[in-house]
């Protein structure tokens, strides 16, 4: 108790309070929640980073640049670098996570920019939305992160269902990549890419046909290039042949089975690529045999590729032109490789009776007058080609089967035989003394009119002395005298038709002299006309 009698107070022990956030934290923390759940959900739902390299960035923005697949946005350009050695530039992208999978080894990328061509006007878009990567998914199963843009769009996306093939062809021609090809008339594919061979003597340009298109390539199918028009004369008039108006401005080419029941190509099989469909749908040279042609006249307008013709039907075509000296006559010729089909040479009981046979046809033909001979194929561009026809005049020939290749016996064209007739008429002619006999036609009728003019006066002296039918006869005499004399006179028909006569001689002559020069000049003229006189 204290002095004053009061007790003091009791201490009571009280348990320790709990920590109470205050109300005006709990919406701070309920914040930083929700962020790190939606930076947790971020995190899970980002794609993969790729990167991409490129010849030129041209085009390409970080953060804005969208990366497209079928038109939908599966990624974004994040950074754009050039590479260390300076060669092009490397983007680093960030995909969407629904396209982790389809990153595949052959997956390909692209830049999309506003392109013209000769047949097509492509993404036009980007004018307004700006440079975009266009991608390509592929079919191999490994991933890959790291890829080499395309520089362009490929021509096939690899989801179309078709076949791919190979043509080989001596030149690339009006060809580009994506050049349709057609198949009678109706587009069915597209060239996707070309490329030289090793060797560097030949083009090898990769196809690619559209399903179900692509089960009409068979073994046996021909390609042939379609670009341009093709103009053809015969007797039905001018044909004129195209098969679209992309396959006239960016070329293209077409195809057709030969055997329509021929077994379906394979993939990636390798075709020859033709020039001209009746190229590719000739009879093939599979089985043909070299023969030497020797033609003593020019073979301006035979080319490589020329037709050997038998009356209409093709045997074989031109594969080689040199220049042949003869030792023995020291005489230059012109030496022409031909490829024959036996087959369709010596068909019938020949063909049949085997090659031995073959060769007795042949030696028959030429025993009955087989010759080959340079003819004109086309009137206005005046290309040759060799014709095998029967000439019983020709000279006697045989066919020396021990050279290699065989030599067929070869005669003038029927321009070189003209050309020659003309001569040797023009050789005649120049001996013929057209003025000698001109003069001494004066000569004759200068001396028969003296002696006219001498019988006149003998009558007039005779005509005084005789009587009678003396004189009656006389006069007759003097009246065929006087017919002679005017027969004889300067301006008299008989005269005046002699000299037409002979100047009409000489104007032939000089015609037939100036035909045989021009002819030797110009040979083409018998075929094409007289040539226009340049100023």
């Not at 052959?106 to 266009?134: E, H, K, M, N, P």
């Not at 490829?339 to 031995?356: I, V």
């Amino acid at each position: 108790m204290t002095e004053s009698g009061q007790d003091l107070p009791t201490a009571v022990t009280e348990p320790p309070r709990r920590f109470r956030i205050p109300l005006v934290w709990i919406i701070p923390v309920v914040a930083a929640l929700i962020g790190a759940f939606l930076a947790v959900r971020s995190y899970l739902d980002q794609g993969p980073t790729i990167t991409i390299a490129f010849s030129s960035g041209k085009g390409l923005e970080a953060g804005k640049t969208r990366i497209k697949y079928k038109d939908v946005d599966v990624g974004q350009i994040e950074s754009v670098a050039l590479k260390r050695d300076g060669s092009g530039v490397v983007a680093t992208a960030r995909m969407v996570r629904e396209v982790a999978d389809l990153l595949v080894s052959d997956t390909r990328f692209w830049a999309v920019r506003a392109q013209v061509s000769g047949r097509t006007i492509t993404g036009l878009d980007t004018l307004l939305s700006g440079v975009y990567v266009g991608m390509d998914v592929g079919k191999a199963a490994e991933a890959r992160r790291d890829f080499e843009a395309l520089p362009e769009a490929p021509a096939v996306a690899f989801d179309v269902p078709g076949t791919a093939y190979v043509l080989n062809a001596e030149t690339l021609g009006s060809l580009d990549v994506g050049a349709p090809i057609f198949y009678r008339r109706i587009e069915v594919g597209q060239v996707t890419g070309f490329r030289l061979d090793p060797g560097g003597k030949r083009i090898e340009i990769p196809v690619f046909i559209k399903a179900p298109y692509d089960r009409f390539v068979t073994a046996d199918t021909r390609f042939w290039h379609a670009s341009g028009v093709d103009f053809k004369f015969n007797a039905d008039g001018v044909q004129v042949h195209a098969e679209s108006v992309a396959s006239l401005l960016g070329g293209g080419l077409a195809f057709q089975a030969r055997d329509e029941g021929a077994a379906p190509a394979q993939k990636g099989q390798a075709f020859r690529l033709f020039r001209t469909r009746d190229d590719a749908m000739k009879q093939g040279l599979d089985g043909s045999v070299s023969y030497v042609m020797r033609f003593e006249e020019s073979v301006r307008g035979l080319s490589v590729g020329a037709p050997v013709d038998f009356r209409g039907v093709t045997l074989g075509e031109v594969t080689a032109i040199d220049v042949d000296f003869d030792g023995r006559s020291a005489e230059l010729g012109m030496r022409v490789v031909v490829d024959l089909y036996p087959d369709r040479l010596a068909s019938g009981q020949g063909a049949k009776a085997g090659a031995g046979s073959a060769r007795q046809v042949i030696d028959r033909m030429v025993a009955r007058g087989l010759r080959a001979q340079l003819r004109s194929g086309n009137l206005v561009s005046g290309q040759l080609y060799v014709a095998l026809d029967f000439f019983p005049n020709a000279k006697p020939a045989q066919v020396d089967w021990s050279q290699s290749p065989v030599v067929l016996p070869t005669t003038k064209a029927s321009l070189e035989e003209l050309q020659a007739t003309l001569n040797r008429l023009l050789a005649k002619l120049d001996k013929v003394p057209i003025e000698e006999i001109g003069r001494d036609t004066r000569e004759a009728v200068a001396t028969l009119t003296r002696t006219l003019t001498e019988a006149e006066g003998v009558i007039r002296r005779l005509d005084g002395v005789l009587s009678g039918e003396v004189q009656s006869t006389l006069a007759e005499a003097r009246g065929a005298l006087a017919e002679g004399r005017r027969l004889l006179a300067t301006d008299a028909p008989l005269q005046q038709d002699a000299r037409a006569a002979l100047q009409e001689l000489t104007r032939t002559a000089q015609a037939l002299r100036q035909l045989a020069d021009t002819l030797e000049r110009h040979p083409e003229a018998l075929l094409r006309g007289k040539p226009e006189e340049k100023p």
